[in-house]
Structure formats: structure tokens, C-alpha cells
């Protein structure tokens, strides 16, 4: 059997243990009494929580800082798995992405062009490549600092193929499978849009969308598609894989979905 | 000397048989361990689903990021179901109550547990220990903390971008303390075989039950 506690003091007061005169402790059941601090840690959780979004903005930058000095110098690489530890995420829509090299990489320009062009990885490399040192800001949050771009002007391209009259847009396509985007033509032909070789002043790798990708300076890193594979000129804006999903299409950085990141460019 | 079972004489096959030396007593209730096992399943597809989201390696390995993030989205949400379901039984809310109060012997278990005192007697405990009703309060909140910034960060037109920005701030770096936690959690029970039994089968030992949790009143099967 289960003998009841025997309740003598004010199990209200918080200190009714350590007064009340209970005769034969051993026998009370201890599970019945005592302060709430289950529901006090639960409501101090809740509490922390709240005050840690507002109080974000000013730790992330003290964590960044912090953070950052560290990752720089940390050969495991586990900084990179702390939330903003610095550093790319690596964002698939696919299951997996298939490896392509200089033997079998290609990237075709067609829709409405005059010349239509398919470039290999070493005729792309062969044209004039462009630097860009911008920062690269996703459009989830995460930002790295001073990224150093390189490849050939989009802009040279289409003026190699020969956009004709009535083109009003260009639509990217990657040799994942899935993944799309878009450009107006007139964003196309900024000078800081780039079919990019190299990435941080080395080859492109995988992991990074190569061996090449789109770089769009001025925008989310959404619309700087990763393993670009066709660049067609067609009549109007086809939104592209996330801009279907709710994304905005002129995703221009800190003016755009929503957000008030400051512009890369 | 009094006599003991079998002594009294050879017709021993018409006496009941010796009792089990140590009967086994009821922990939890056939609901309370549904509960128990449909938040565990969550919890799991939940971590599972944020790593392949977070870490480089996996992300890469399993990609697919609509489906995880969906997955994740609603195992995430469901979390509580199961818990405020249970509530409906008298047993688990019981065990909650007792989870809530905390006595002075809970003082002493963690002043033991933090010594790293071993010594028999030295960590009083009712029917869970101090530490497991901190585990399980901490939890709590934290999980309705990742509740609230996941639903920020779900729903983008709830609240202004700040708010946003700094619940992924919260989510992400609640989400690696919980992470470590509910390790620890499951180290315990894979430490504590009885223990993973209790949770399993409902009952556990009776000397298991006086030596880890002497001040428990237990109730036989």
C-alpha cells in the first residue's frame, strides 16, 4: 500500500519543507510537495528565448566577431558547423548532382540569338575573365564577407551569340536536373554579372556549383545559379526554381524579400 | 529462527511457490509510454531532418532540401502533440506534477551529482531524480522556444524581418544546446539498461527502484 504523505505545514510556502514540523518525514511521500521549479524553468526558458530575438542582432555581432577570429585559425574546421560560423552552406533541390569536368562540361547560349554557341570549360577559361571582391549574402541570412569572383561577363557572351530584337530576358538552366533561374536582360548586361570559373582565386569546385556558375553580385545568392549548363534568351521572365516557390524574382540584396540586408554591390 | 518456505516438510509441491526475490513494480502506464515513444520518434526525425539541413556533409549527401525542410517543418510542430494528448491520463499528469516540485532531497541529489558522489545514500531521489526533472523541464521550455522562432521563421509574414533574423539566431543555437542534451539523454538510458526497461515494458525491478530511487513509493504489479 501507499501511504499518504502526512501534510502538517503551508505547502504553499516556499520554505514549508525546512519549517514545517513533520514528525516522520521518511514516511511522506517527498514526490508530493515542494517548490515548482519545473514550471519556473519552463517559464525562464520561454523567457530567455524571447529576450534572445530581440537581444539577436547585438550578440550575433559579438558572436561573428568571436567566431570569425576563430574559424580563421581553427584547422578542424568544426567552427564551420556553429550556427554562422562563417562560411558557405551547401543548398541542394536534388537528390544528387552529377560531376562534370573539362572532358564532358558544357554550357550552351541559344533561344533568341543570332548565333547560337555551346562553350566547353577551356574556351570559357580562354575568354577575358573579370575579378569581383563582393560579399555574398544568402537570402536565409548567412553573409561571407569579400568573396573574390572570376569569369567572363554574361554580358559577353550574349553580345558573342547576338540577342535579337524582342529578347527580354534570360533563363538559366543547371546540369542538376532541376534548378532554374532568371535575369531581365537589361540585369544581364550589368558588368557585375558573371559566368564564373573561379571562386575564392581557385577552380570552382563541386561543392561550390562547379565547374562553373552564375554569379549575380548585386543580388541574393539564390540567383547565382550553381552547375550552369544552358543560358537561353527568350521573351519574358520565367521564373525560376525558388522564385516559383514564393521567392522574388528581382532579388535585388536588402531590397527584396523582405529583407534590409546591406547591398553587396 | 522463523521457518522459511519449503521447510516444512516434503509435501514442498503443495506449497505455493517461493515468491520472486525481486518483484518487479509499475513505472509507467501503457499511455504514458506511448507518449514517451511518439516523442521520441519526432524528436529523432526532427534532429535528423535540421542535420541534413545544417551540416555541409550531410546536406550535400542527401540534398532534396523541399522535402527535408518540409519533414522537418512538421515533425518539428507535432513535438507537443503527443505530450498534451497524454494529458487525458490521470497516471502521466501525476508524473508531471511530480516532475514540478522540487523537495529539499532534490537539492541534495545535485549537490551530489555535481561532487560526482557515488556513495550509497548520497543521492535521494522520489520517483524521478533532480536530474531528470531538470531534464525534462528544460526540454520543455526549450522545445516551445523552437516552437515559437520555427513558427517565425515558417510563416515569413508573422512578424518583421528583426524578429525573424533573430529567432534563426535563437533556433539555430538552441537547437545545438538541445542537440547535446537530448544525447545526454539518451546516453543515460543507454547506461541504465533497467532503466530503457522500465520505459519499455512499464515495470521495473524492485531493487532498482529502492537503490535509484529510495524515496519513490512505489506500487507492486
Given at each position: 500500500?501507499?501511504p499518504?504523505?502526512?501534510?502538517?505545514g503551508?505547502?504553499?510556502?516556499?520554505?514549508?519543507w525546512?519549517n514545517s514540523?513533520?514528525?516522520?518525514?521518511d514516511?511522506s511521500?517527498?514526490?508530493?510537495?515542494g517548490?515548482?521549479?519545473?514550471?519556473?524553468l519552463v517559464?525562464?526558458m520561454?523567457?530567455l528565448?524571447?529576450?534572445?530575438?530581440?537581444?539577436?542582432?547585438?550578440?550575433q555581432?559579438t558572436l561573428?566577431d568571436?567566431?570569425?577570429?576563430v574559424?580563421d585559425?581553427?584547422?578542424t574546421?568544426?567552427t564551420?558547423?556553429?550556427?554562422?560560423?562563417?562560411?558557405f552552406?551547401?543548398?541542394?533541390?536534388?537528390?544528387?548532382?552529377p560531376?562534370?569536368?573539362a572532358?564532358?562540361?558544357?554550357?550552351t547560349v541559344?533561344?533568341?540569338?543570332?548565333?547560337?554557341?555551346t562553350?566547353?570549360?577551356d574556351?570559357?577559361?580562354?575568354?577575358?575573365?573579370t575579378?569581383?571582391?563582393?560579399?555574398?549574402?544568402?537570402v536565409?541570412?548567412?553573409?561571407?564577407?569579400?568573396?573574390?569572383?572570376e569569369g567572363?561577363?554574361l554580358s559577353?557572351?550574349?553580345?558573342a551569340?547576338g540577342v535579337r530584337?524582342?529578347?527580354k530576358?534570360?533563363?538559366?538552366t543547371?546540369?542538376?536536373?532541376?534548378?532554374s533561374?532568371s535575369l531581365?536582360?537589361?540585369q544581364?548586361?550589368r558588368?557585375?554579372?558573371?559566368v564564373?570559373?573561379r571562386?575564392?582565386?581557385?577552380p570552382?569546385a563541386?561543392?561550390h556549383?562547379?565547374?562553373i556558375?552564375?554569379?549575380?553580385?548585386?543580388m541574393y545568392?539564390?540567383?547565382s545559379?550553381?552547375?550552369?549548363?544552358?543560358?537561353?534568351?527568350?521573351d519574358?521572365?520565367?521564373p525560376?526554381y525558388?522564385?516559383e516557390?514564393?521567392?522574388?524574382?528581382?532579388a535585388?540584396?536588402g531590397?527584396?524579400?523582405g529583407?534590409?540586408?546591406?547591398?553587396?554591390? | 529462527m522463523t521457518?522459511?518456505?519449503g521447510?516444512?516438510?516434503?509435501?514442498a509441491?503443495?506449497?505455493?511457490?517461493p515468491s520472486d526475490?525481486?518483484p518487479?513494480?509499475r513505472?509507467?502506464?501503457?499511455a504514458?509510454?506511448?507518449?514517451?515513444r511518439?516523442?521520441a520518434w519526432?524528436?529523432?526525425?526532427c534532429?535528423a531532418t535540421?542535420?541534413?539541413l545544417?551540416v555541409?556533409?550531410?546536406?550535400?549527401?542527401?540534398?532534396?532540401?523541399?522535402l527535408?525542410v518540409?519533414?522537418h517543418?512538421?515533425?518539428?510542430l507535432?513535438?507537443?502533440?503527443?505530450?498534451?494528448a497524454?494529458?487525458?491520463s490521470?497516471a502521466?499528469r501525476?508524473?508531471?506534477?511530480r516532475?514540478?516540485?522540487?523537495?529539499?532531497?532534490?537539492?541534495?541529489w545535485l549537490?551530489a551529482a555535481?561532487?560526482?558522489?557515488?556513495?550509497?545514500?548520497?543521492?535521494p531521489a522520489?520517483?524521478?531524480?533532480?536530474?531528470?526533472?531538470?531534464?525534462?523541464a528544460?526540454?520543455?521550455?526549450?522545445?516551445?522556444?523552437?516552437?515559437?522562432?520555427?513558427?517565425?521563421?515558417?510563416?515569413?509574414?508573422?512578424?518583421?524581418?528583426?524578429?525573424?533574423?533573430?529567432?534563426?539566431?535563437?533556433?539555430d543555437?538552441?537547437a545545438?544546446a538541445?542537440g547535446?542534451?537530448?544525447?545526454?539523454?539518451?546516453?543515460k538510458a543507454?547506461?541504465d539498461?533497467?532503466?530503457?526497461?522500465?520505459m519499455?515494458t512499464?515495470s521495473?525491478?524492485?531493487?532498482?527502484?529502492?537503490?535509484?530511487?529510495?524515496?519513490w513509493?512505489?506500487?507492486?504489479?
Amino acid at each position: 500500500m501507499c501511504p499518504r504523505p502526512l501534510v502538517t505545514g503551508d505547502r504553499r510556502c516556499s520554505n514549508g519543507w525546512v519549517n514545517s514540523p513533520l514528525p516522520d518525514r521518511d514516511r511522506s511521500s517527498p514526490d508530493d510537495g515542494g517548490a515548482p521549479v519545473g514550471r519556473r524553468l519552463v517559464l525562464a526558458m520561454l523567457g530567455l528565448g524571447a529576450a534572445g530575438v530581440v537581444a539577436a542582432p547585438v550578440l550575433q555581432r559579438t558572436l561573428e566577431d568571436g567566431l570569425g577570429a576563430v574559424a580563421d585559425k581553427d584547422p578542424t574546421g568544426l567552427t564551420g558547423l556553429l550556427p554562422n560560423g562563417g562560411g558557405f552552406r551547401y543548398y541542394s533541390v536534388t537528390t544528387s548532382v552529377p560531376e562534370k569536368t573539362a572532358a564532358d562540361y558544357r554550357l550552351t547560349v541559344d533561344g533568341l540569338v543570332d548565333r547560337p554557341a555551346t562553350y566547353t570549360l577551356d574556351s570559357l577559361k580562354a575568354l577575358p575573365q573579370t575579378r569581383m571582391v563582393r560579399d555574398v549574402q544568402c537570402v536565409t541570412g548567412w553573409r561571407v564577407p569579400e568573396t573574390p569572383f572570376e569569369g567572363v561577363r554574361l554580358s559577353a557572351l550574349l553580345d558573342a551569340a547576338g540577342v535579337r530584337p524582342g529578347a527580354k530576358a534570360i533563363r538559366f538552366t543547371c546540369f542538376d536536373g532541376a534548378y532554374s533561374e532568371s535575369l531581365t536582360l537589361e540585369q544581364a548586361s550589368r558588368p557585375d554579372v558573371l559566368v564564373a570559373t573561379r571562386m575564392r582565386d581557385e577552380p570552382l569546385a563541386h561543392a561550390h556549383g562547379g565547374p562553373i556558375r552564375l554569379y549575380v553580385a548585386p543580388m541574393y545568392f539564390y540567383k547565382s545559379a550553381k552547375w550552369l549548363s544552358g543560358i537561353t534568351v527568350t521573351d519574358s521572365v520565367r521564373p525560376g526554381y525558388w522564385e516559383e516557390l514564393g521567392y522574388d524574382v528581382d532579388a535585388w540584396v536588402g531590397r527584396s524579400n523582405g529583407r534590409d540586408d546591406a547591398p553587396t554591390v | 529462527m522463523t521457518s522459511t518456505p519449503g521447510s516444512a516438510g516434503p509435501t514442498a509441491a503443495t506449497t505455493p511457490p517461493p515468491s520472486d526475490p525481486s518483484p518487479r513494480v509499475r513505472r509507467f502506464t501503457t499511455a504514458e509510454r506511448l507518449v514517451h515513444r511518439a516523442t521520441a520518434w519526432l524528436v529523432l526525425i526532427c534532429v535528423a531532418t535540421a542535420a541534413c539541413l545544417y551540416v555541409p556533409q550531410l546536406a550535400e549527401l542527401v540534398g532534396r532540401r523541399r522535402l527535408v525542410v518540409t519533414v522537418h517543418e512538421w515533425s518539428g510542430l507535432l513535438i507537443p502533440v503527443p505530450l498534451l494528448a497524454g494529458l487525458a491520463s490521470r497516471a502521466l499528469r501525476a508524473d508531471l506534477s511530480r516532475i514540478n516540485r522540487f523537495g529539499p532531497h532534490d537539492r541534495r541529489w545535485l549537490r551530489a551529482a555535481l561532487r560526482r558522489d557515488h556513495a550509497p545514500g548520497s543521492r535521494p531521489a522520489g520517483k524521478f531524480n533532480a536530474g531528470q526533472k531538470l531534464y525534462a523541464a528544460w526540454t520543455a521550455g526549450a522545445v516551445l522556444v523552437m516552437l515559437g522562432t520555427g513558427l517565425l521563421m515558417w510563416f515569413t509574414g508573422l512578424a518583421p524581418l528583426v524578429w525573424r533574423t533573430g529567432a534563426t539566431f535563437v533556433h539555430d543555437w538552441l537547437a545545438l544546446a538541445l542537440g547535446v542534451v537530448v544525447a545526454g539523454h539518451m546516453a543515460k538510458a543507454l547506461a541504465d539498461p533497467e532503466a530503457r526497461r522500465g520505459m519499455r515494458t512499464g515495470s521495473v525491478e524492485r531493487l532498482w527502484a529502492r537503490s535509484e530511487h529510495p524515496l519513490w513509493r512505489e506500487t507492486e504489479e
